[in-house]
């Protein structure tokens, strides 16, 4: 039906006769003459219709934004000064000869060009939203990512083999979302959290390098960056160690960024143990970006008689320093705010020191309401690791390690960002590396697995498992850039009786390992091979390289927050005699019967 | 870990010290040497052990079949007639230097190499059945296969956009798989059968070329070659008509298969509307190898006296014959087996007429119980239009019209392969177009849909809506290939109006309309450009490819025809807390309550 498409009529199709299809972004009349910009999914062509052409210009006067039409003309330069160099087409028009209406469109629910529209109306008109040139880009760099992730792991032998959607509950963490079976009447299947399972199962059936991206689910509350159903970059490998996957992981995620994005990310990627993640930046995935560091301070201040430091201090929580150079021109009111932020994390308060200048009479040259409370050996010791000097403040967190972390690591990143405390890369890619194996569950009082019970730990750290779990690292490592975890991985428990071990340390028996876990370990006893693998968060990444502000900007149809699709108006009602198919009932239905039956 | 795989040493490495990583497949000890054919995913190298080396040799007399090792070695030539021609390796042998056990392996389920294994046992097991050549094999096809999609449409401009996995319960032909919602308490996601409406939407939304290779999913009852969850290879364009859709489809066929098997497909691929399909072959997707053909009857037996002839043939019915050469000479066994085979389809009967030698002095020629009742008339037209000479045998179908064409179509292939009646090629691809809008439904009472509604009538048919329903044929085309239909597509209704009308033939209300299409009427109204698509079932196609008996051969971890998996025994039993949080009971046991509720 056409030529090419809008977007790419250029200079050098001049004096040629092209035939366009594509929507009316514009139409503007003009002395007389009518201006359509038509647009298609590689850009916009500005079609010129002449009065003297009766019938066409008849046609040209009917149409409104978001008709759809067909038209040829010949290719012209557009007078001098009226080029637009914003567009590919800009130094050309096309002198329309003939045009067609496709299909006519109702008013648009808003103008595509409109930038202050609420999600909300986006969403519910999803169609029309998506024809923004922003969510078109945002798709197409979407597939030019995949598509890298797939041509770096085709050429390095892996293949993409599908696992099923519809498998068993495992609880594996999240909640799963399951669907009820028709024929096997009180039976569930999940649908997959991921392929862990199935992945590892390749491995062992010998299939040496798999992947997949794949969709996975997870019914838990939404935050900003995630959706119920997401898609994951699933990687297992086969005869590699933790530094070959790492290896191989960095140079595929180098490989994809200069395909999309022609950028060169650092080679290689600093790596950092989980620790000094935690103590440096109080984050497993920090912002290198961001120059701002925490100082551990917990030692220094146990004797002090500022009880909201010492308590903390002298039962295994962590007091931690953050030095804000020039920070002492903060005013009460900035200060005030950063205090509400970090309570989001937690903290309940936030003690800050200001360090005036030193030739002031003032003996300590400190400023703060809680300098009374803190001896002198301890604020020597605060300044020396903090290096603070006159004009910076310092920002403390003491309460439970987490929530120091939490709350210093989220107001390190978001200072750092409003202050300009940044290095000026745009790219900061980081290996967050020996993970322990296992957390303390305060609440259920035992071991839970930091990453899966699949995960194995270091070769020199077996016997930790039965000694000291809390000390036992993990072959675990994360990826993190700019702040975002974009993907993690580990090396696997290959073999049979180093599983049983960590189940053990797990508090999981024999029963519950074979009830859940059953068919893995089966499996590995026929032969596994030493394996380990990775998974990318694709919609991520995609939205870190689109700069966008939502994951739901880089998915096609994404629910809300509320987990509902407001185009579809999923998840709706469904028939009584599907549900009956399925032997459920409603719950709230269900009581009702139970009372008539009782009255 | 390795140098390389073991099924990629050939005598290039004559002389090199290889490592390599993989199975035991066989331990043989012949002549105080131990030899051992190492397995990995790209075949076996034969690895021989001698005993002055007592360490190494005490390690390979401890290995048992399916332990995972890793050996260094020196490739050297087999003395000379102990080459094997079956594989890449079999020119060489690897001397061993050192060997590890990496892991070991309890005996396995079966041999690798039994090819007498119940389906059971082999899904049961499937860790170790795909550790099989022959399923190392389908898999690595199937991903070839899958890649060469990709890569055609990719470079064809189209892009793969992810579609929704929970999404809206739209009653489109077959049963949904449904998932409790926990956040809005008694409603539904559904999972796709299709992206069907998602995949138009996006060319409403300005995509133009989408794609995606994606799991559908049916709750149907399972015959042989359907899986509750299936891959299809999903396509849609905009601004192309239905030849163009099917030359580019066809295009892409031919590329696939020569890309993967090193086929070269015939081109163009024949076309044929569907009513010579069914006149001819009794099916819409008949197997072009077989030569057979049906020839239409039912006029010329209205008035015989054969009521099981004369019944179907005028009550609007159809009596068909099949010529089959030669076939005088089958035995009353072989035809009362055809007989049975017949009546799986329905049919009550299988009539027959064997031609005898026309110098036979008896004066018609023909020996069957049912000539007396057929008039002279009526044999010599059967006669002419079936082209039977002596010797041959004409088979008669005569009932309700599928029911003829459903018996006589599955006789055709079944005899025409057993009998050698082909055409002696490997591929026979075919168009079938033309297909009617809409088939009635005795049941209902009412006209369906054939393809779906949404597929576009022919533009000369567009009054056919509403004064003939049923000679309305569709913008639809499907693509056969040696019997199966291995896709579908039409091209769509892209204006509000049309689709108005179809849903007026339907009798489908505005109300209905709205609440089961509202999305997609409302999208229509915006501008949506021309378009339609098709859909491959990837599962088909590699099943083909592979010449495997089961599409289970080609998916990984498949269901089983009672929509189990049997390795991890799912669907399984959930918590009850499981339930709650979504709202929903267990029908049975709510029954208990209830009586419980009354007592």
């Keep these: 039906m056409r030529t090419q498409y809008c977007g790419q009529v250029t200079a050098a199709n001049l004096d040629q006769t092209v035939t366009l299809c594509g929507w009316v972004h514009r139409r503007r009349d003009h002395g007389g003459v009518i201006f359509i910009d038509l647009r298609d999914r590689e850009g916009l062509v500005q079609v010129v219709c002449d009065p003297d052409r009766a019938e066409m210009f008849g046609v040209a006067e009917s149409v409104r934004s978001e008709f759809v039409l067909k038209m040829s003309g010949k290719v012209r330069r557009r007078p001098a000064g009226t080029e637009n160099a914003n567009l590919t087409s800009g130094e050309i028009e096309v002198l329309c000869h003939e045009i067609e209406v496709l299909n006519s469109s109702v008013t648009p629910p808003f103008q595509l060009d409109d930038e202050n529209l609420s999600e909300t109306v986006r969403l519910t008109n999803r169609v029309v939203d998506l024809r923004r040139p922003q969510m078109q880009k945002n798709m197409m760099l979407r597939y030019k990512a995949a598509m890298s992730f797939r041509r770096f792991l085709d050429g390095a032998g892996f293949i993409d083999i599908e696992t099923p959607m519809l498998t068993k509950s495992t609880p594996e963490g999240a909640r799963d979302y399951l669907v009820p079976s028709r024929v096997h009447p009180g039976q569930f299947f999940a649908l997959p959290q991921s392929p862990q399972l199935f992945k590892q199962l390749l491995m062992v059936a010998g299939f040496d390098r798999y992947y997949q991206l794949t969709k996975c689910f997870r019914d838990e509350d939404l935050r900003a960056d995630r959706q119920p159903e997401f898609t994951q970059v699933d990687i297992e490998t086969s005869f590699l160690n933790e530094v070959e996957i790492t290896a191989l992981m960095e140079e595929m995620t180098r490989f994809v960024f200069k395909e999309t994005l022609d950028v060169e990310l650092p080679s290689p990627f600093p790596r950092m143990s989980y620790a000094e993640a935690m103590r440096r930046f109080g984050s497993d995935k920090p912002d290198l970006r961001v120059t701002l560091e925490l100082t551990d301070v917990t030692d220094a201040v146990q004797d002090v008689a500022f009880k909201v430091f010492s308590g903390p201090a002298t039962t295994g929580g962590r007091v931690a320093a953050m030095r804000v150079p020039g920070g002492a021109s903060l005013s009460r009111g900035e200060i005030d705010e950063y205090t509400k932020f970090v309570s989001i994390y937690g903290a309940r308060g936030l003690a800050y020191i200001k360090v005036n200048d030193a030739a002031q009479p003032n003996e300590t040259g400190l400023q703060s309401p809680i300098v009374k409370n803190l001896h002198e050996t301890a604020l020597r010791t605060i300044l020396e690791r903090t290096g603070a000097q006159s004009g910076d403040l310092i920002f403390f967190g003491a309460d439970k390690t987490n929530v120091v972390n939490d709350a210093l690591g989220a107001l390190r990143t978001k200072l750092g960002h409003e202050k300009g405390f940044v290095t000026g890369e745009a790219w900061c890619p980081l290996w967050v590396v020996d993970f322990p194996m296992f957390e303390y569950d305060d609440e259920s009082k035992r071991w839970t697995a930091c990453h899966h019970p699949f995960t194995s730990p270091k070769d020199e750290h077996l016997d930790l498992l039965t000694t000291s779990p809390g000390e036992c690292l993990a072959k675990a490592y994360d990826l993190a850039l700019n702040g975002w975890e974009i ?112 009255s």
């Excluded at 999981?508 to 030493?530: T, V």
């Design 487 to 598: 993907g993690g991985g580990s090396v696997r428990i290959h073999r049979a009786d180093v599983q049983a071990r960590v189940f053990d340390a797990l508090n999981i028996g024999p029963e519950e390992q074979q009830l859940k876990f059953g068919f893995l370990l089966d499996a590995l006893k026929y032969g596994a091979p030493p394996h380990g693998g990775m998974a990318f968060g694709l919609d991520r990444v995609v939205t870190m390289m689109a700069g966008a502000e939502s994951i739901r900007d880089v998915i096609a149809f994404p629910k809300t927050q509320r987990a509902q699709c407001l185009l579809t108006n999923a998840p709706g009602e469904v028939d009584e005699k599907q549900l009956r198919e399925l032997h459920i009932r409603l719950r709230q239905k269900v009581e009702t019967q139970v009372e008539v039956g009782k």
